[in-house]
């Protein structure tokens, strides 16, 4: 590889041709470097950088599993660095199955499978109409288009509290007030903003060769969406996928204001445990059932980032 | 005979003791969530669901920010819940007013509510045009300054008896490294401490005069000046609290970091969970021991209208049992609260809550600034002492002019 | 069928990309009905006295005249504007950073991703009480760092009046900037090998293809990013309810807490959407006319 020699020192790290053509070639494999350079100047820096990073990020969360861990009068100590002198599991078996939220003593594990209802549909049909929102914009522009989407955008900045009243009227007008699909339809809307613009914004900066390709092959509007555009994009879907679940998922007043107490998410619990106003607060407890709510897109994190993978084939295309 | 059969027979027996046809689900919505507000609840759905009917249960913490939109959506969007917990006095009169509200007139003179609800500020806060809309179900009252005696120990001077002798040993306590009073970052406890003081300060009749004729001229006069004085010193003293939450602050008086905190009869709980007893490592002083006087502020149920006859009938079970004295009592010790009426025997009560009671007997109540005033003047109040009590620069003075403001424009 | 006829002279223009048109019906709908609608809706009560309940009981300007009257207003618009500006520069070079190095084919990349998001994940009610911890001078970072020797060390931003916004930012930086890095990720893996390829033929030092090269293509991600951050930044608010109330004082305050606040807590839905409107005005002054650049002026492609 003789052009490696033209490189100064701060790109010295940039792999070999063969390695990125193999990372390439198994997509999602490992992709790891050779271990013969585990110790250049280089791998310190980045590695080295991202633990220190890393650390900042954990920090709070050794605070919150330190204290879930603890008892109460151990936590009244007030020294929230130190490890538990004592550990007790109660307070997440608490804070999963019986902890009290007026009635109801069964804990967060009440509403999960309500959040699993309400987030699963409500994060595919967002997803799957901004996708077609943002390909329509980015490749099918009509007249009129830009002004549906600027609205849209100044829609992402209305705190949406505010917007709570109006739609309770336009849900109760079509009847869908206090129902799943009326939730559904409130996280589609709010969602829509955000994904629209993410999606937009990606499908235009494709290569424009890949769609005239395809045009020219006589593949329409939906042909060309499934066959091209969705498996060119798996890191933006992954995006939004993160955006969507975290907010579905830990979304509480939407929840509460327009369904009812069958449908009532696992936030409301949460909500219910943490945020007790004029009651005693078990800190213990509360960071338990924290952690153990956001345990669900902490997941989804995990297992999507297989598909955070070079996406783009415009290589494959063009050669 | 089946015997499985009838084993299925006798267990329906056994559920409906009552012998009630059809139980009714009544959802009710409530912010009582924390353990033991819960263990309270608990009280108030075994009475319920012993009638035969069922109360499908809706908790939602968040008093205001939560709960407000929950309803006014819920009632918009023509889906009531049966039954909901809301402040009574002015943040309801609205709801009322619109005619969403029902009007529970029937059940409270057949019940008597009139003689036996005491004090009997608590129906007129359920009261708008001689209709009855809400039943009231405990008193909860902020005229308390609870004391460390470990934190007065260490620093050598007595416990003090009275709110005078607490500024005079502020100093001891700061000498000793103690903060002296205990004031939490968030806005309403600051300015539920301001409307303390006025009681205890000011006296009754004052504290009437601004929050009950929204008299500015009174509000921005001398003896309200003394209050700001003491408010003042309580700046003073609460310098170096550093917490947000109440609870945080009442944990400082149960350390002994903090000589003391003025805070509502919950803030009891916490030292209760913590192992202390009333009279051995807290005191309790009722009106800050100068004016014993209690306010009588509170919660209490409000019932929507339904359509649905069955759901009605319901509603009028559950309100007559939200009165009932067995459920007064089991609800009331449990939720460390004072019961609404008066002939009910609290004998579990612990000292501080007897202080309570003997103080409600002598009839020394207030209605309460929730009662007195808008949720509207109320905030602007907040907004107004978390400034105050945070600002060392702002000078007591300009603080009245400000609050006579509020005063001025408050409905 | 799909909608792509090609000559401009067919007599049915509706028909024209009709596909596209009837997939972007709920997006219409949305920004017609809801967005537009409930503005429009939320506006007119804003002239209104309304309290808990929305009424059509015209009061004129008064809302607004109380608003600007509030120092609580002036200071929560004060703070939005010192918050906005820090938060907007370090979020986008802190996620940038994060997503080069990530990209540079690391071991762990999962892991490493996983825990700069999960701060995303958690609920800020909670994560908000442990930045109070560490940020308390009592038990959190400035008393470990005094036990350690240095006595006179002070960090007590949330206690501070004059700094407590930067407190705020600490929490809202670990919070929001894993999510940044990510978008940031994806629009890096959206650029195409061969870029790289050529830039080291050429022999061009890997800082410069990134500056001069790949992030003026990564000028979509950046958009969306920058949309992101800005309408999190204006509708900022359970971080600064968890962190401070608002607090020391009134110091901490935003105006999406005010719009809040009166809506819910005081009942006085007239005086939250006066709020609401304010800050809707001043969102479209500056976004309306870069929307129009940016999205109106033909496709953004080279």
Known sequence: MPEIAAFNAIAAGIEPEAEKVQARATLAGPRGRKPRRALSGRNIMVYGTLIVVALYYLLPLYVMVMTSLKGMPEIRLGNIFAPPLEITFEPWVKAWSSACTGLNCDGLSRGFWNSVRITVPSTLVSIAIASINGYALANWRFKGADLFFTILIVGAFIPYQVMIYPIVIVLREIGLYGSLTGLIIVHTIFGMPILTLLFRNYFAGLPEELFKAARVDGAGFWTIYFRIMLPMSMPIFVVAMILQVTGIWNDFLFGVVFTRPEYYPMTVQLNNIVNSVQGVKEYNVNMAATILTGAVPLFVYFVSGRLFVRGIAAGAVKG | ?411 | MAGHTRGSGRPNQWLRNLNAKLASIPMILTAVVIFLGGTIWTVVYSFTNSKLLPRLSFVGLDQYERLWAAPRWLMSVQNLAIYGLLSLIFSLAIGFLLAALMDQKIRFENTFRTIMLYPFALSFIVTGLVWQWLLNPEYGIQSVVRSLGWTSFAFDPLYNANIVIYGILIAALWQGTGLVMCLMLAGLRGIDEDIWKAARVDGIPMWKTYVFVIIPMMRGVFITTLVIIASGIVKVYDLVVAQTSGGPGIASEVPAKYVYDYMFQAQNLGQGFAASTMMLITVAIIIVPWAYLEFGGGRKRA
């Open chain 2, 1 to 411: 005979m089946n015997l499985r059969s009838f084993a299925a027979a006798l267990a329906v027996t056994v559920a409906l003791p009552f012998g009630a046809a059809n139980a009714t689900d009544l959802e009710v919505t409530h912010w009582w969530t924390s353990g033991g507000e819960a263990a309270a609840v608990a009280e108030l759905a075994k009475a319920f669901d012993a009638t035969g009917n069922h109360w499908v249960d809706g908790a939602i913490a968040g008093a205001g920010s939560t709960a407000r939109p929950i309803m006014v959506s819920r009632l918009t969007g023509g889906d009531p819940m049966g039954a909901t917990q809301f402040n009574h006095g002015r943040q309801a009169e609205e709801l009322v007013e619109a005619g969403l509200m029902r009007d529970l007139t029937d059940v409270a003179t057949k019940e008597n509510w009139k003689d036996i609800i005491r004090p009997a500020s608590l129906l007129d806060s359920c009261t708008i045009d001689g209709k009855i809309y809400c039943a009231p179900v405990n008193i909860h009252s902020w005229q308390w300054l609870w004391l460390s005696n470990a934190a007065f120990k260490k620093a050598g001077v007595d416990v003090p008896k009275n709110w005078d002798e607490f500024v005079a040993a502020a100093p001891a306590l700061e000498k000793a490294g103690i903060v002296p009073l205990a004031v939490g970052g968030q806005a309403w406890q600051s300015a539920g401490a301001f409307d303390v003081l006025i009681v205890a300060l000011a006296g009754k009749d004052t504290f009437l005069k601004v929050f009950g004729d929204k008299d500015e001229e009174v509000a921005a006069g001398p003896e309200i000046a003394k209050v700001f004085k003491a408010a003042d010193d309580a700046r003073r003293m609460s310098k170096g609290t550093n917490v947000q939450d109440w609870n945080q602050a009442t944990n400082m008086v149960i350390t002994g970091k903090a000589g003391g905190q003025i805070m509502g009869d919950w803030a009891q709980g916490e030292f209760q969970l913590a192992g202390q007893k009333a009279g051995v490592d807290y005191t309790c002083l009722p009106g800050l021991g100068v004016n014993e006087v209690i306010a009588t502020g509170g919660d209490a149920f409000y019932f929507p209208v339904l359509k649905d006859e069955e759901k009605s009938k319901a509603q009028e079970v559950l309100a007559s049992t939200l009165l009932n004295p067995a459920t007064q009592v089991a609800f009331n010790l449990k939720k460390g609260s004072l019961p609404v009426r008066g002939d009910v025997d609290l004998a579990a009560a612990n000292d501080c809550m007897k202080k309570g009671l003997d103080i409600l007997a002598k009839g020394n109540v207030i209605q309460w600034t929730d009662q007195l005033l808008s949720a509207d003047s109320q905030k602007q109040k907040e907004d107004l002492f978390s400034e105050f009590f945070a600002n060392p620069s702002m000078t007591p003075e300009e603080a009245q002019k400000r609050f006579a403001d509020i005063i001025a424009s408050a409905d």
